[in-house]
């Protein structure tokens, strides 16, 4: 069934049959994410499907972890919970959940596709592979934003990077993938009133400039006809809280390797200030093409972010000077949000009109998609989603599927015969580069 999202927009359920199936646009440690058109709805989302025995099998590793008897549940509430708060958004920077699908043997939930693609991708086509500082600075102060925006509502991210940081159709940002993020029992974030709604789009595909001129990142380009609402989290809500044994603060191992926060290694809990050690991680990247900690292994790699100070080679710069106090090891002295929003790297920013920006440095060139009278896509009938995606992820059934599929391909003609190609096309990209999740868009 579906529900309610927080601006009453009614969040339909829909079924897999019928969903014209695009593409595969990329897989998580969960799911496959797949670029789909609903017929009746007039919609093309991003859908993430997950197999259910998947989650089970996870459920079953962690309670045997934990010496429990039988599953605790851990797996489906991470995923109750990323669908939650997707409900619950309403940020022009976060996604907006569009559907639900649910069938005995997969779950699956869409959100609003992002046609740039993400920002690891973008800086990975520049010459030098990595950014200016002009360019870095838009998309920091679009990411202070966004996290501001979470903490308010008591959610601590805990999986900023480069990858989970997509470019929306007008090239502003959208931060995805919730599955690690978490309620914590008290907030100390305050929200400033942010733009609920950017005005339509003013501007063909054909017209804008893939990257422009920034003045002060924030001072150009702003149309008078947008109008600001206070989007403030309201006192009730509906979040499962993680608490741990110091107040507002969590204790679980979660995160990417590379950008995980010392307090998080050290276990002596952790709250939103690991957003931050996340973000000066991201600036690193974002300017030298590469993350401060990286050692050859976990192991090195902890022991560098819990002892090393970051090589922030160059002459002294703004940009230099917020990452330091960004990957500052005590979260008790790192910068926090009123710090970071001060700071001289964000001088002359216009926070409130920072979403207003009409010619962001990127706008991907995307020709209208065609979706409905192309012959690239396949119904969800047709299309074996459950089959795809056990074919990356295995299952109990995935033999068989591959059974019957060969079948279908030997009794259906040509039609069959290019479905089947493209999926095998599909699994083929997905799992040769399994390993190099900046290739693909991962949830």
């Known amino acids: 069934m579906g529900g309610d999202a927080a601006d009453g927009r009614q969040v339909p359920a829909v079924s897999l049959e019928g969903l014209k199936v695009v593409s595969a646009l990329g897989r998580g440690a969960k799911g496959v994410v797949f670029l789909v058109w609903d017929e009746a709805l007039d919609q093309t989302w991003a859908l993430k499907v997950i197999l259910r025995d998947n989650i089970q099998k996870k459920n079953d590793k962690e309670a045997e972890k934990a010496n429990a008897d039988g599953g605790d549940g851990d797996e489906y509430r991470r995923i109750a919970f990323e669908q939650e708060v997707l409900g619950q958004f309403d940020h022009p920077l976060l996604p907006k959940l569009r559907a639900v699908v649910s069938t005995e043997r997969i779950v699956g939930y869409a959100i609003d596709y992002c ?200 002459e002294p710069t703004a940009l230099r000077d917020l990452m330091r106090k960004l990957l500052e090891k005590d979260p008790r002295r790192r910068i926090g949000l009123e710090g970071i929003k001060g700071h001289e790297f964000f001088s002359g920013v216009r926070w409130d009109t920072v979403l207003r920006i009409q010619r962001p440095p990127y706008v991907p060139l995307v020709e209208e998609l065609e979706v409905r009278n192309s012959n690239n896509g396949d119904q969800a009938g047709s299309f074996d989603v459950v089959g795809f995606v056990e074919g990356i992820f295995g299952g109990a059934e995935s033999d068989r599927n591959k059974e019957e599929s060969e079948n279908k391909e030997k009794k259906g003609g040509d039609e069959n015969e290019n479905n089947n190609g493209n999926q095998r096309v599909w699994v083929e990209e997905l799992n040769e580069h399994s390993s190099k999740a900046n290739d693909f868009l991962v949830f």
């Open 115 to 314: 046609p740039g693609r993400d920002l690891n991708s973008l800086r990975k086509k520049q010459t030098e592979k990595m950014f200016s500082d002009e360019i870095i600075r838009f998309y920091a102060a679009e990411l202070v934003l966004a996290l501001e925006y979470l903490h308010s509502l008591g959610i601590v991210y805990r999986d900023l990077k480069p990858e989970n940081v997509m470019i929306q159709e007008d090239g502003h940002i959208m931060l995805v993938d919730f599955d690690l993020s978490t309620k914590l029992s008290s907030k100390s974030a305050q929200c400033s009133p942010i733009v609920a709604d950017r005005a339509p789009k003013l501007q063909s595909a054909k017209s804008r400039r893939r990257f422009s001129p920034l003045h002060g990142c924030c001072g150009s380009g702003i149309s008078p006809d947008y109008s600001v609402q206070s989007s403030m989290p309201g006192p009730n809500s509906i979040f499962p809280v993680e608490s741990g044994p110091a107040a507002g603060k969590c204790n679980s191992f979660v995160g990417t390797e590379e950008y995980v926060a010392p307090e998080i290694i050290q276990g002596d809990g952790h709250d939103f200030a690991v957003d931050w050690w996340s973000l000066g991680i991201f600036l690193h990247e974002m300017l030298y093409g590469t993350t401060p900690f990286r050692g050859s292994n976990r192991k090195e790699t902890f022991y560098r972010i819990l002892t090393k100070e970051p090589e922030l080679v160059g």
